[in-house]
């Protein structure tokens, strides 16, 4: 029998890896995509233009603030399984916007399970949440885990910890089946260029070209779990496929610090990333994460799931795509048609 899955954010990093995987695994998967005066498909466009015509992938307008729309929607799709990852995802951007944080990531996740909780009455969803490693925020214990206590930093944080504890509630209260991933960083090629790994590798490729001489950061210093997003979208599916809901820590359990992840990707280009990054505080965070360092043997033992691309392959994956996206812009600013 086929399997319907919704998602909200397919158009984000995550949410096209996952459409693409679940494609794979031979859904129809439905997505929630914001109106707006330009298309923001581009991660999806090239599984878009293939399949959407065999009525194995559709988008549809919408809201997560938009609660009423949004279980209309549900109910209309009667989807199998329900992958939330949409939001405003930026934590530094947070703190400029924290009502609005707040409606998409907090009470956006209240819409997507109330929406679940109506469907559930004529059959069975599987809900995912997707939560944070920020909502450990100035941690209390390390290597941080499913029982670590969460001491979020950020409105992005608090609204995060808003929205596990009501999948939680859920779960318990009308025994849906709601379930958490606790995702550490995980980055690609197809990482929004304001975060700051594809902000290291895309000027890194223009700095290598000759686009531009400088790059500037805040708190190289702050260390991070990084995988790749494509390992964790995997996660998530194994998640909703485990007989029962749960909550569960996607992590390698590696840290490094963004220092060193800057070194990692410049040396790929033979440049010295001392030569090239300035500090900027206009980026540093009002309340900073120092560390985060993921525990993920409990997906590892019930799920079978570890991340497996390094961090060493993840920077050469992301510099060699956006080098190659710079030469095609300095190609492009250089061409004079005849």
């Known amino acids: 029998m086929t399997k319907t899955a919704f998602i909200t954010g397919i158009t984000g990093q995550d949410g096209s890896y996952l459409a693409e995987l679940l494609l794979e695994k031979k859904y129809n998967v439905h997505g929630l995509v914001r109106r707006s005066s330009t298309f923001s498909t581009e991660r999806i466009d090239h599984i878009y233009s293939d399949v959407h015509e065999a009525g194995q992938l559709r988008l549809h307008y919408g809201d997560l603030t938009d609660g009423q729309a949004l279980s209309n929607l549900v109910l209309e799709i009667e989807p199998d399984e329900i992958y939330n990852l949409g939001a405003q995802s930026h934590v530094r951007v947070s703190y400029d916007q924290p ?16 929406a679940a909780r109506l469907l559930n009455r004529r059959k069975q969803v599987r ?18 885990k499913e029982t670590t206590p969460f001491n979020p930093q950020s409105p992005y944080a608090c609204a995060k910890v808003y929205a596990f504890h009501q999948t939680v509630n859920y779960r318990r209260g009308y ?3 709601a379930s958490n991933g606790i995702l550490f960083n995980h980055e690609s090629e197809r990482r929004g260029e304001t ?16 686009l531009q001489s400088k790059l500037y950061l ?12 494509k390992d964790y ?3 998530m599916w194994r998640i909703l496929q485990h007989d029962v809901p749960d909550d569960f820590v996607l992590a390698t359990g590696r840290t490094e610090s963004v220092r060193d992840f800057c070194r990692l990707v410049f040396e790929q280009l033979d440049l010295n990333y001392e030569d ?17 360092l993921g525990d993920a043997s409990k997906a590892k033992e019930k799920l079978g799931w570890t991340a497996t691309t390094d961090l060493e392959e993840l920077a050469r994956i992301m510099t060699q795509h956006d080098y190659d996206l710079a030469q095609r812009e300095a190609h492009a600013k250089n061409f004079v048609p005849s």
């Not at 809900?127 to 941080?144: D, I, K």
Request: hydrophobic share 40%; charged share 25%; aromatic share 10%.
């Open 233 to 235: 979208v995997e996660g």
């Open 218 to 229: 805040g708190n190289l210093d702050a260390k991070r779990d990084w995988g790749y997003a």
């Open 127 to 144: 809900v995912y949440q997707a939560s944070s490693s920020e909502m450990f925020g100035a941690v209390l214990e390390t290597p941080q």
């Open 99 to 114: 009502v609005y944080t707040l409606e998409t990531v907090g009470v956006g996740a209240l819409n997507v399970l109330e």
């Open 195 to 210: 975060f700051v790994t594809r902000k290291i590798t895309r000027a890194a490729g223009r700095i290598k070209t000759g």
């Open 276 to 292: 090239h990054v300035e500090i900027d505080p206009r980026y540093f965070r009002p309340a900073e994460v120092d560390l985060l």
């Open 175 to 177: 025994d849906m089946y």
